[in-house]
């Protein structure tokens, strides 16, 4: 049984290919379209995806009509007819959607380790729910609990994005990253006074933040952000607390575009023993999430590594020897990740020792100074380096760095690290490369950010290696 799984009409749309429970691929729309963000999929992915074979069926991600009704009579945005409903090919194939939420739930579910567990899911809006709590026992995933809009978290996270100058549903973690750098208690009572509650609401969100009274300076825009994060946190102890109480769960899935908030990812590994955040929590992942609900079992999962497929073994003397001479290395090789992070097939890697590496990372990048760069690091070394006892494979947490002093390159303002951790198994190449560093430095920790030209997706085939290298006059590692 073949399912093909469509997410699109919003942002990130995404397609997945799972035959008989094993994900053969999983493609984000923008990385062929070069158009970030892109909310409809196009003829260069289905294409990639088709080439698996013809479908059997195809799982849809949300209501569409539902979606419709919703945005007609509450506001919001998206909508337009799905791109792949225009190939022929695909016409007479069987079709089911799920909803918004089921899709999130279903994808972080049936690609965790656990039989039993809560699922919360926490995103802007999907056809009308905003917040839900499942359980997940035996492969079945049960809704035990949903909040409808107005109260979002996501919707809440977003107007304030809009407010301090960013781009909402894209720029959400800029102005996390700037949260490190206000303080929270100048703005802490105002922005609280802006959080849903279960049937109040100021007003719809979905045009921003709209009765601000005060002039907004530089400085207050990272004040502002560090309030709503605080608020964002408090706010998000309470409900996974309830959570957990209500379902007596001791394992956590957590999904929707708030699991990409690793800063407040990180308290919940002290609430639950074990933390399951799929590495494409937001809509994207719910192309594989339908496709898993179809399934309704779950999936073997290995690793996000699955997208295009540039072949080729990891190259890690080349990578090595770049960084040894010039301190950084440019690499694109097998398959793209499925996920907004880079995990080491289209990555820059740098010596994160190098105090300067940033500037000269950020040079190429054209990216805001105050944004961190994360560190990958063996698993086994990773205690000793941060303040942590769990893995964290998909950059998902930011542990407090142990000794900033040793590798100031990727610690952030605050102290802490988005930390990725790196098994022989989840990827032997990267892990032997961070082998050899380790071996001639003493430092088991590389620098890892996306490769990508500013302002674009991360590269993905060939035509973007080249428009890379000619744009920056760099070699990137194959
Ligand atoms: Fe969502």
């Known amino acids: ?258 699991a990409l908030n690793s800063k407040a990812n990180t308290m919940l590994q002290d609430m639950f023993e074990n933390v399951w955040i799929m590495p494409n929590p937001g809509d994207a992942g719910s192309s594989l999430g339908a496709a898993a609900a179809c399934y309704g079992k779950h999936i073997e999962w290995k690793d996000p590594y699955l997208g295009h497929d540039l072949g080729g073994d990891y190259p890690v003397d080349k990578i090595f020897s770049e960084i040894m001479e010039k301190k950084i290395a440019a690499v694109a090789t097998g398959k793209a990740e499925f996920g907004p992070r880079a995990l080491g097939n289209r990555s820059i890697l740098a010596d994160p020792r190098d105090p300067d590496i940033k500037d000269k990372v950020n040079l190429i990048k054209q990216r805001e100074l105050f944004r961190p760069f994360a560190p990958v690091v063996m698993a086994e070394h990773a205690s000793e380096w941060f303040d942590m006892d769990y893995e964290s494979p998909y950059m998902q947490y930011t542990p407090r760095c142990l000794k900033p002093d040793l590798i100031p390159s990727v610690v952030h303002f605050d102290g802490t690290s988005r930390v990725q951790t790196v098994t022989k198994e989840q990827h032997p190449g990267l892990y032997a490369l961070l082998e050899k560093f380790y071996e001639a430095t003493g430092v088991p920790i590389l620098l890892n950010t996306s490769l990508n030209i500013k302002g674009q997706p991360l590269l993905n085939d060939e035509q973007d290696i080249l428009k890379w290298e000619r744009t920056y006059n760099f070699t990137i590692c194959r």
């Not at 999983?26 to 379209?33: N, Q, T, V």
């Not at 260069?44 to 074979?53: D, F, I, T, V």
């Not at 929270?184 to 279960?198: C, I, M």
Request: with cysteine.
């Open 1 to 258: 049984m073949r399912i093909l799984g469509i997410n699109e009409t919003t942002h990130d749309a995404a397609v997945t290919v799972i035959e008989d429970g094993k994900v053969l691929f999983a493609g984000h729309a923008e990385r062929y379209s070069k158009t970030k963000n892109d909310w409809f999929t196009n003829d260069a992915l289905l294409n990639e995806a088709l080439s698996y074979g013809k479908p059997d069926q195809i799982a849809y991600y949300e209501y569409r009509w539902l979606k419709k009704l919703r945005i007609v009579t509450r506001g919001g945005f998206g909508g337009g007819k799905p791109y792949y409903l225009s190939r022929p090919e695909l016409k007479w194939i069987p079709r089911t959607q799920y909803s918004h939420h089921e899709s999130h739930a279903a994808a972080g579910y049936y690609t965790s380790p656990f039989d039993d567990a809560v699922v919360v899911v926490l995103d802007a809006i999907g056809e009308y729910n905003t917040s839900t709590i499942w359980v997940g026992n035996e492969d079945n995933l049960k809704l035990v609990k949903k909040y409808n809009y107005p109260f979002s978290f996501g919707l809440f996270y977003s107007a304030f994005t809009q407010l301090i100058g960013l781009m909402p549903n894209q720029e959400e973690y800029i102005m996390m990253g700037m949260a490190a750098y206000g303080d929270w208690k100048k703005y802490y009572q105002k922005v609280s006074s802006y959080f849903p509650s279960k049937d109040y609401q100021k007003y719809n969100f979905h045009s921003g933040i709209i009765d601000w009274d005060q002039e907004i300076t530089e400085q207050d825009k990272f004040d502002i952000a560090a309030a709503v994060q605080k608020v964002y946190e408090l706010r998000l102890w309470d409900f996974m607390n309830f959570a957990r109480a209500k379902t007596q769960k001791t394992n956590l899935v957590f999904m929707g575009g708030c």
